[in-house]
């Protein structure tokens, strides 16, 4: 018969299994979630996602393209690029770094998302060596409901 006073031995097991899978569990918990809508044939938007969990998301990708996602999610055409995504409720559209994306998620600020439109030269998963290391200057522009945008970071 057990000591009430003692710690039951199935309690104790069931514990220490528990410590020894919380690390993997609170990884997975703080790695947040892309959803990524892209053509199944795009080269940069696959080096993007590799961008992203490079730099600690976890993501899902639609092979169904990007158009409808961009309307659902409430980004103008005149932002588009050839991917969109969705993190936490924020619309993430082209190949916004990942450093954007951790900065927007931290300060919560109310909008829609980011945008970088069009597909700039040395953007994440721009990049890539068949570039030749050519980089254009472009924007990250934070969307507001309204329509409008302000710029978020800029690369130069």
């Not at 721009?126 to 710029?151: F, I, N, W």
């Amino acid at each position: 018969m057990n000591n009430p006073s003692q710690f039951p031995r199935r309690q104790f097991v069931a514990a220490l299994a528990a410590l020894a899978f919380a690390p993997v569990a609170m990884a997975k918990a703080e790695k947040p979630l892309v959803e990524v809508w892209k053509a199944p044939t795009c080269g940069c938007c696959k080096d993007w996602i590799a961008h992203m969990e490079a730099n600690g998301f976890r993501t899902k990708v639609m092979y169904e393209g990007n158009t409808d996602a961009r309307a659902r999610l409430g980004i103008d055409i005149k932002y588009g690029s050839c991917h969109t995504a969705l993190v936490d409720g924020y619309a993430i559209e082209g190949h916004v770094p990942a450093r954007e994306i951790k900065r927007l998620l931290k300060q919560r600020p109310k909008a829609i998302g980011l945008a970088v439109p069009s597909m700039p030269l040395g953007s994440p998963g721009m990049d890539g060596p068949e570039y030749g290391g050519q980089k254009t200057p472009y924007d990250v522009l934070l969307l507001s409901a309204d329509g409008s945008a302000r710029v978020f970071q800029s690369y130069r």
